[in-house]
């Protein structure tokens, strides 16, 4: 992160719709508006794979902001409070006590059914924030056994490897994400249920 970037969230003043939002696509989902394949579910908390939370939210972001998400890879995980707060930093003590072990919980399933242990847990504050509505993203580590998409060729110079700029190593994993087709989606929501 740069702090220019940095620079620029400093006292920025929080929109009301990110206090109030009755189209969150989050709040959406536990309200069942919204397709979801959710991993857990509790009282406090819901945890969905990323491809129906983001095609919620694409859609809404698509409209209001020109973009589309996609999961960063397959298994990516939301987990979300059942109660609307835009901020980690102000997410009453029992929920961010339920969010915590329900992390733990779908964490250790995800890792098992993907045979994968290496996991990338990140909620973020306003800054990179797409949705107003806390959340984590448990993100499985791509496999370094396995093939994976070929990036952007690489420019060499006098036989040395140009390494690939931040935003060209932005754009290749961008370019990278796959879309998680119904049956894959409902295998692997399997998979990981039973390690719960």
């Known amino acids: 992160?740069?702090?220019?970037?940095?620079?620029?969230?400093?006292?920025?003043?929080?929109?009301t719709s990110w206090k109030h939002d009755s189209e969150c696509p989050f709040c959406r989902i536990i309200r069942g508006e919204g397709t979801a394949f959710k991993?857990?579910?509790?009282?406090?908390?819901?945890?969905?794979?990323?491809?129906?939370?983001?095609?919620?939210?694409?859609n809404r972001l698509k409209t209001e902001h020109g973009v589309?998400?996609?999961?960063?890879r397959r298994g990516h995980t939301l987990v979300i409070p059942k109660t609307h707060y835009s901020r980690v930093?102000?997410?009453?003590?029992?929920?961010?006590?339920?969010?915590?072990m329900a992390v733990s919980k779908v964490a250790n399933a995800l890792a098992l059914a993907l045979?994968?242990?290496?996991?990338?847990?990140?909620?973020?504050q306003e800054y990179a924030q797409a949705v107003p509505h806390v959340h984590y993203h448990i993100i499985p580590a791509p496999r370094f056994d396995s093939p994976s998409p070929p990036l952007a060729p690489i420019d060499k110079v006098d036989h040395v490897v140009k390494?690939?700029?931040?935003?060209?190593?932005?754009?290749?994993e961008y370019e990278s994400r796959e879309e998680l087709d119904d049956d894959e989606a409902a295998e692997l929501l399997l998979r990981i249920r039973a390690r719960l």
Request: aromatic share 6%; proline share 7%; glycine share 2%.
């Open 115 to 124: 045979e994968n242990t290496a996991l990338n847990v990140v909620c973020n």
């Open 163 to 172: 390494p690939l700029t931040q935003k060209e190593m932005h754009k290749a």
């Open 68 to 72: 589309d998400i996609l999961p960063l």
């Open 39 to 58: 991993v857990y579910e509790d009282e406090m908390i819901v945890a969905v794979l990323g491809k129906y939370a983001y095609s919620i939210v694409s």
């Open 89 to 100: 930093s102000e997410l009453p003590a029992e929920f961010a006590a339920a969010i915590g």
């Open 1 to 15: 992160m740069t702090s220019f970037i940095i620079k620029a969230h400093e006292k920025r003043p929080v929109p």
